[in-house]
Nanobody
Framework: QVQVVESGGGLVQAGGSLRLSCAAS????????LGWYRQAPGKQRELVAT???????NYGNSVKGRFTISRDNAKNTVYLQMNSLKPEDTAVYYC?????????WGQGTQVTVSS
């Protein structure tokens, strides 16, 4: 059974930092990339960042220069370092495992940035 579990969310003041972690456990084959997405109330889910097995990264425009994605392939773990946080970064952050076949998603972790 595959599990994708996010951690590290919380409440932070504007300008602060948080580090999210996501661990994927179980037998997962053909992983292409790991990614972070977020969804704010009343808005669609949007891309935050993705990273391939080879280390290539892609970021959403709103987080470029502030967020950094990294991964540990051996542990099937992906991290999101979030700096210079803004109130508009407030959302539920979801981790995704992109693979050949259905993607796996975590349950999400809340990030709240106060002004």
């Amino acid at each position: 059974q595959v599990q994708v579990v996010e951690s590290g969310g919380g409440l932070v003041q504007a300008g602060g930092s948080l580090r999210l972690s996501c661990a994927a456990s179980g037998t997962i084959s053909s992983i292409n990339a790991l990614g972070w997405y977020r969804q704010a109330p009343g808005k669609q889910r949007e891309l935050v960042a993705t990273i391939t097995s080879g280390g290539s990264t892609n970021y959403g425009n709103s987080v470029k220069g502030r967020f950094t994605i990294s991964r540990d392939n051996a542990k099937n773990t992906v991290y999101l370092q979030m700096n210079s946080l803004k109130p508009e970064d407030t959302a539920v952050y979801y981790c995704a495992v992109h693979r050949i076949g259905p993607d796996y998603w975590g349950q999400g972790t809340q990030v709240t940035v106060s002004s």
